[in-house]
């Protein structure tokens, strides 16, 4: 049996095309149905619905050979997993986000400390790092918009897509971070175990690959 770890929303929804290229159909919509163990037309092929951040964690202690998560998801996971594809789905970009009425590049020029809010500490802290500004970081589950709002941060690090979210909050997108993707990533032992048929389905996933 091979298992492939998938988080319900986009994850899912764009990683139904990649499956269906590879020979493979969900039995189940997982909007529809509660289940969280979901067959597949392939009778060795199962997919398990998990949080998008325990993802890496499943593929990484064996709970599934395989799985598909963000870049952002995987840098604040760390290593242990193998990554042979990306994925090219699920595309949006990691940003620092202000108020409009904060000067971000003053604080920038002047070395001041700014307090930067966001879920993806690790991310965060090695940018600031690299670019020698000093930085709080705060750490947040969601809704990392209303920080500045409140007073609580004077910076986001947060994903951005169309900026629609940010501009509803009245914050501006002033640095990007980087370019986010969904990745395909793999338990090292599977690999081994199962190598002749994970090797297939990650071939198949790579000709399927949208550029
Ligand atoms: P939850 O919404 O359950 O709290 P989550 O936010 O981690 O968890 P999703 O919103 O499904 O889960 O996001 C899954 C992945 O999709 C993220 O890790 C990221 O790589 C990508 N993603 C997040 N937001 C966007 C976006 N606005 N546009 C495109 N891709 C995104
Ligand atoms: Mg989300």
């Given at each position: 049996m091979?298992?492939l770890?998938?988080?319900k929303?986009?994850?899912?929804?764009?990683?139904?095309p990649l499956?269906?290229?590879a020979?493979?159909?969900?039995?189940?919509?997982?909007e529809?149905s509660?289940?969280?163990?979901?067959?597949?037309?392939?009778?060795?092929?199962?997919?398990?619905?998990?949080r998008?951040?325990?993802?890496?964690?499943y593929?990484?202690?064996?709970?599934a050979?395989?799985g598909?998560?963000?870049?952002?998801?995987?840098?604040?996971?760390?290593g242990?997993?193998?990554r042979?594809?990306?994925?090219?789905?699920a595309?949006?970009?990691m940003?620092?986000?202000?108020?409009?009425?904060?000067?971000y590049?003053?604080?920038?020029?002047?070395?001041s400390?700014?307090?930067?809010?966001?879920?993806?500490t690790?991310?965060?802290?090695?940018?600031?790092?690299?670019?020698g500004v000093?930085?709080?970081?705060?750490?947040?589950?969601?809704?990392?918009?209303?920080a500045p709002?409140?007073?609580?941060?004077?910076?986001?690090?947060?994903?951005?897509?169309?900026?629609?979210t940010?501009?509803?909050?009245?914050?501006?997108?002033?640095?990007k971070?980087?370019?986010?993707?969904?990745?395909?990533?793999?338990n090292?032992a599977s690999?081994?175990?199962?190598?002749?048929?994970l090797?297939?389905?990650?071939?198949a996933?790579?000709?399927?690959?949208?550029?």
């Open positions: 091979i298992t770890a998938l988080s929303g986009r994850i899912f929804d764009d990683s139904l499956l269906k290229a020979g493979i159909e969900v039995l189940e919509d997982p529809k509660r289940k969280l163990i979901i067959g597949t037309t392939r009778p060795d092929v199962r997919v398990v619905l998990v998008a951040t325990d993802v890496p964690t593929v990484e202690h064996g709970g050979d395989l598909v998560a963000g870049l952002d998801v995987l840098l604040e996971h760390g242990g997993l193998y042979p594809l990306d994925l090219n789905i595309k949006c970009r940003s620092v986000a202000t108020r409009a009425d904060f000067d590049a003053a604080a920038v020029k002047q070395g400390r700014i307090r930067v809010a966001t879920k993806y690790h991310a965060a802290r090695e940018f600031f790092a690299t670019k000093h930085v709080d970081l705060i750490k947040l589950y969601g809704s990392m918009e209303l709002l409140t007073g609580l941060a004077d910076a986001i690090v947060d994903l951005v897509s169309t900026g629609s940010l501009r509803a909050n009245h914050l501006v997108e002033v640095e971070i980087m370019d986010i993707s969904s990745r395909l990533v793999v090292p690999l081994k175990l199962k190598r002749e048929p090797r297939a389905l990650i071939d996933f790579e000709s399927a690959i949208q550029p």
